[in-house]
């Protein structure tokens, strides 16, 4: 998953963590009587509201199967974990025992040397349970770093009864999506397409679509602003300025749900994190209006991006053996089957999809053949650094302050200041 916690989640400050880290003389555990004991702290990266309810709540079942141990659950805002881990580990001052990260994420600590090595550790029990594209981001050097604990990737949310107002179905190409936005303007009155402008996150569906991409690394060369890539900025300003999609360039994710769960937009393009927070929306209450369709096609097919979250476990934890049995409930199959059956969330382990949560679940049934398909981005260490240029380029197409031709050459241009050597 990606994305979705905004500024106004609760911020996991660095004193509340000083406390309750793993470097902290208090949370050295011992496993020498054969009993997991100390703290384990965990940052949690989940949305606030929904997903972080049920995530702690499956954090306290570790505890009552290890009593001795005491899991410190802190909520830490999506938006700022990646720098706030970094900072912490680079100081040994601060660092959670166990993190949430975001799949771009784990190449970049493990090549910091802020992961521990998992291979022969608790926490990989029955690795060959796990969807193969789910652990490829786990994976550095010959080595595992973490473990896959959700895989997700994109579609259009729809709002049916707006769709049955506006008689159109849902959109398979980029032209569909312009032609019934224009049906829904024309009969209902409302935007068709709230189009998140300050994440370029949601920009890699008309990337990949288009038939681009950000980088090859096996060529070691930036692509984003070649032909494809120019025509992908020029898809999604064509979106905006046609009126088929509105934008916003601030504080992008309350806008966009709002928007979509008061019924100001008949779509939006999200994932399956993002269905536990739409269902709160009173156009939703009603869950059976909620419509979920893969994202639109581009030129050359459609593209939606693959993501998730993994469980990394911090290299300088003071109690490894109870961080490392702590990442493998969470990533178990009963903990991924009730996170299916509560959050919709897809599970990376198999056999979870055959748990009756997983089954009775239309989003992960919906989802799953998605993922199977879905783009994966390089695992690099700097997979998660592209986002930063991209995102001001991106939003200065979308709010007219730039074209996409110098939107794309500006964006290569920062990939090859900060991927030394590469075309």
């Excluded at 706030?84 to 910091?112: C, H, M, Y």
């Excluded at 509560?342 to 949560?357: H, I, V």
Aim: glycine fraction near 10%; aromatic fraction near 10%; charged fraction near 25%.
């Amino acid at each position: 998953m990606r994305r979705g916690i905004t500024a106004t989640a609760l911020v996991a400050t660095l004193a509340l963590a000083a406390t309750a880290c793993g470097s902290d003389d208090e949370t050295g555990g011992s496993k020498s009587s054969g009993e997991l004991s100390g703290t384990v702290t965990w940052w949690d990266t989940s949305n606030v509201g929904s997903e972080d309810k049920v995530f702690k709540k499956i954090a306290e079942g570790f505890e009552k199967k290890h009593p001795k141990v005491d899991v410190k659950y802190v909520n830490v805002p999506f938006g700022e974990a990646q720098n706030k881990f970094k900072n912490a580990a680079q100081a040994n001052s601060g660092a959670p025992d166990v993190i949430r990260s975001e799949v771009a994420w784990t190449p970049e600590f493990a090549d910091l040397g802020y992961l521990a090595p998992l291979d022969g550790t608790a926490a990989l029990k029955d690795e060959g349970d796990f969807l193969e594209q789910a652990a490829a981001s786990t994976k550095y050097k010959g080595k595992t770093y973490a473990v896959p604990q959700v895989i997700d990737s994109m579609g259009i949310f729809y709002n049916k009864k707006m769709f049955k107002d506006a008689g159109v179905e849902p959109p398979a190409k980029i032209a569909d999506l312009k032609s019934i936005a224009k049906k829904i303007k024309e009969k209902t009155g409302k935007t068709g397409l709230y189009l998140r402008g300050d994440d370029s996150y949601y920009f890699l569906s008309f990337l990949y679509g288009e038939g681009g991409d950000l980088v090859d690394a096996d060529s070691k060369t930036v692509t984003v602003d070649n032909a494809e890539g120019t025509k992908a900025f020029g898809v999604v300003k064509d979106l905006v300025d046609s009126g088929a999609a509105k934008t916003d360039a601030t504080d992008g994710w309350e806008n966009m749900m709002s928007s979509f769960k008061n019924g100001e937009v008949a779509m939006m393009i999200n994932g399956p994190w993002a269905v536990a927070d739409t269902l709160t929306g009173k156009e939703f209450t009603d869950k059976a209006n909620l419509g979920i369709s893969t994202v639109p096609a581009g030129s050359a097919g459609q593209g939606a991006p693959q993501g998730g979250h993994n469980l990394g476990v911090y290299a300088g934890s003071e109690n490894l053996d109870a961080s490392y049995a702590f990442v493998e409930y969470m990533t178990s199959v009963e903990s991924q089957a009730q996170t299916a059956g509560e959050l919709n969330l897809l599970p990376t382990r198999t056999s979870a999809y055959a748990k009756k949560e997983a089954v009775d679940s239309e989003i992960v049934q919906f989802f799953k053949p998605v993922v199977e398909t879905a783009v994966e981005r390089p695992w690099i260490p700097e997979t998660g650094s592209l986002f930063a240029p991209l995102n001001v380029e991106y939003t200065k197409v979308l709010t007219g302050q730039t074209t996409p031709e110098k939107a794309a050459k500006a964006t290569g241009d920062s990939y090859r200041k900060l991927l030394k050597g590469w075309k």
